[in-house]
């Protein structure tokens, strides 16, 4: 259309127009934008942002639908626009309640959450009513009263004496203040014969959305920085696991260990440690129930359990005994489960006793079979004389002892099938052949197929093999 075949009433009137039509496609742009961002940090469980985001985009969209600029220049039917309008301006109180119930909780007797409700009633019986029968905008007098009443019922709730007034909160008001007062001017002018002027509900808005946006942001880069500091103490947490491990594994005659230590998050509650005693080693491996944070604390006090009962290193019954008696009563709701191997490759022996920990698994060279190691107990401190027992083997070249936690019989594939015993058991015997870091590196790649991921295991992994030259 030509500008010199508008006439000039009409046309200054289309120029005034494009101020609302650009604000409306801006608020529509950002309330795009923020709903992206909410749904990236979906997990953060905090729906302001996506709440936001569905009114911001709903009300911009209208405010630029609605001007007759944009109605000349889109190719898009009258009646469409309307329905358009109309479908917007019945459901747009609906994200809008359920922000402020984010930000300001239910409400009195759940007030504010029966005000969304009431507004998806509403829209659910009007729009299909109103678009069946013809009669667009019949239910429009019941939506302004409703308006006024949710407008009310906010200020009271925002406003109400005894909520703490943090800095959101603070925000909220002023800016929920001023929108009410065009909200209610725009609804309430025809009943009380205020003055007729253009609608200027959209810069009561503008302010509006300022304000949330403040707010609707700050939540977002508050919980990343939130994030953030959670992610430094964890690795802080997790470089201090890693300093109580042994630094290195060690080297004696006639044996050779290989470890793998694999934390399903970024501190885990496996532990292993090493009792040197001459020619002869004890290997210690240890599953602290649960993960993270709580199972890695007491997995550090199992460090020091270990190092105070060092003098009984040669006995893994009285070694388990000591470990035993110093967590009776300290573990609460958890518990720790323990095999203790002591290796003397020039005695030829290994004496093993465990404390409700999945048995060893030995590889007998000379007779080309795995055998468990079935000298168990009770888990660490459940009672204050538990007495543990510890059994004796010949082991002799070529034999092969697997120590591990339960994180790897329990390994799952996808379809939600444990590896299992069966399984485990096969695979040592199949590759009992290998020194013991090939072994070891060969296991862990079997578990990694198995589970079809390298990374996000459910349980903490730990393996220890050692190997008799």
Same mark, same amino acid.
């Given at each position: 259309?030509?500008?010199?075949?508008?006439?000039?009433?009409?046309?200054?009137?289309?120029?005034?127009?494009?101020?609302?039509?650009?604000?409306?496609?801006?608020?529509?742009?950002?309330?795009?934008?923020?709903?992206?961002?909410?749904?990236?940090?979906?997990?953060?469980?905090?729906?302001?942002?996506?709440?936001?985001?569905?009114?911001?985009?709903? !009300?911009?969209?209208?405010?630029?639908?609605?001007?007759?600029?944009?109605?000349?220049?889109?190719?898009?039917?009258?009646?469409?626009?309307?329905?358009?309008?109309? +479908?917007? &301006? !019945?459901?747009? *109180?609906?994200?809008? @309640?359920?922000?402020?119930?984010?930000?300001?909780? *239910?409400?009195?007797?759940?007030?504010?959450?029966?005000?969304?409700?009431?507004?998806?009633?509403?829209?659910?019986?009007?729009?299909?009513? /109103?678009?069946?029968?013809?009669?667009?905008?019949?239910?429009?007098? @019941?939506?302004?009263?409703?308006?006024? #009443?949710?407008?009310?019922?906010?200020?009271?709730?925002?406003?109400?004496?005894?909520?703490?007034?943090?800095?959101?909160?603070?925000?909220?008001?002023?800016?929920?203040?001023?929108? +009410?007062?065009?909200?209610?001017?725009?609804?309430?002018?025809?009943?009380?014969?205020?003055?007729?002027?253009?609608?200027?509900?959209?810069?009561?808005?503008?302010?509006?959305?300022?304000?949330?946006?403040?707010?609707?942001?700050?939540?977002?880069?508050?919980?990343?920085?939130?994030?953030?500091?959670?992610?430094?103490?964890?690795?802080?947490?997790?470089?201090?696991?890693?300093?109580?491990?042994?630094?290195?594994?060690?080297?004696?005659?006639?044996?050779?260990?290989? @470890?793998?230590?694999?934390?399903?998050?970024?501190?885990?509650?496996?532990?292993?440690?090493?009792?040197?005693?001459?020619?002869?080693?004890?290997?210690?491996?240890?599953? @602290?129930?649960?993960?993270?944070?709580?199972?890695?604390?007491? #997995?550090?006090?199992?460090?020091?359990?270990?190092?105070?009962?060092?003098?009984?290193?040669?006995? *893994?019954?009285?070694?388990?005994?000591?470990?035993?008696?110093?967590?009776?009563?300290?573990?609460?709701?958890?518990?720790?489960?323990?095999?203790?191997? !002591?290796?003397?490759?020039?005695?030829?022996?290994? &004496? !093993?006793?465990?404390?409700?920990?999945?048995?060893?698994?030995?590889?007998?060279?000379?007779?080309?079979?795995?055998?468990?190691?079935?000298?168990?107990?009770?888990?660490?401190?459940?009672?204050?004389?538990?007495?543990?027992?510890?059994? /004796?083997?010949?082991?002799?070249?070529?034999?092969?002892?697997?120590?591990?936690?339960?994180?790897?019989?329990?390994?799952?594939?996808?379809?939600?099938?444990?590896?299992?015993?069966?399984?485990?058991?096969?695979?040592?015997?199949?590759?009992?052949?290998?020194?013991?870091?090939?072994?070891?590196?060969?296991?862990?790649?079997?578990?990694?197929?198995?589970?079809?991921?390298?990374?996000?295991?459910?349980?903490?992994?730990?393996?220890?093999?050692?190997?008799?030259?």
């Amino acid at each position: 259309m030509a500008a010199s075949s508008v006439p000039p009433d009409v046309f200054a009137g289309l120029r005034g127009d494009a101020l609302p039509i650009a604000v409306g496609v801006f608020l529509a742009g950002v309330g795009v934008v923020v709903g992206l961002l909410a749904l990236a940090f979906w997990r953060r469980r905090d729906r302001a942002p996506l709440w936001f985001s569905l009114f911001t985009t709903g !009300y911009g969209i209208r405010l630029a639908t609605n001007e007759r600029l944009a109605q000349l220049l889109l190719a898009v039917p009258p009646a469409a626009l309307e329905l358009l309008d109309r +479908s917007i &301006t !019945y459901t747009i *109180p609906i994200p809008f @309640v359920l922000f402020l119930e984010e930000m300001i909780g *239910p409400g009195w007797h759940r007030s504010i959450r029966r005000l969304w409700q009431v507004h998806l009633a509403f829209a659910l019986i009007a729009l299909p009513v /109103e678009t069946v029968r013809g009669t667009p905008w019949a239910f429009g007098g @019941v939506y302004r009263w409703l308006i006024v #009443a949710g407008t009310v019922i906010g200020l009271a709730h925002v406003y109400w004496p005894g909520s703490a007034a943090s800095p959101e909160l603070r925000r909220l008001r002023i800016s929920y203040l001023i929108l +009410s007062v065009f909200i209610l001017h725009e609804n309430l002018r025809d009943v009380f014969f205020l003055p007729r002027m253009p609608s200027v509900e959209w810069l009561g808005f503008l302010i509006f959305f300022g304000a949330l946006g403040f707010i609707a942001a700050d939540r977002l880069l508050g919980a990343e920085r939130r994030l953030s500091a959670i992610r430094q103490e964890l690795e802080t947490a997790r470089r201090i696991q890693a300093s109580i491990l042994p630094a290195e594994v060690p080297r004696l005659p006639g044996l050779e260990v290989a @470890v793998r230590y694999v934390p399903a998050a970024e501190v885990a509650g496996d532990y292993y440690d090493f009792l040197p005693a001459g020619d002869a080693l004890g290997l210690l491996v240890a599953d @602290v129930s649960g993960h993270g944070v709580p199972a890695a604390l007491i #997995a550090a006090m199992v460090k020091i359990a270990v190092g105070a009962q060092a003098a009984e290193a040669a006995s *893994p019954a009285r070694l388990l005994t000591g470990m035993s008696r110093i967590f009776y009563g300290k573990l609460k709701n958890q518990f720790i489960t323990a095999a203790y191997l !002591y290796a003397d490759p020039r005695a030829g022996r290994c &004496t !093993y006793a465990s404390a409700g920990h999945p048995p060893p698994l030995h590889w007998r060279a000379a007779e080309a079979r795995v055998v468990e190691l079935q000298q168990g107990g009770l888990v660490l401190g459940r009672l204050a004389r538990a007495e543990y027992r510890e059994a /004796e083997v010949p082991v002799a070249s070529g034999d092969r002892v697997l120590l591990f936690t339960d994180g790897i019989p329990e390994a799952r594939n996808r379809a939600g099938e444990a590896l299992g015993d069966e399984r485990l058991r096969a695979f040592l015997a199949g590759h009992a052949a290998l020194r013991p870091e090939a072994l070891a590196t060969a296991l862990l790649a079997r578990i990694v197929e198995w589970t079809g991921r390298q990374e996000g295991l459910e349980d903490d992994l730990t393996l220890i093999v050692l190997g008799v030259d």
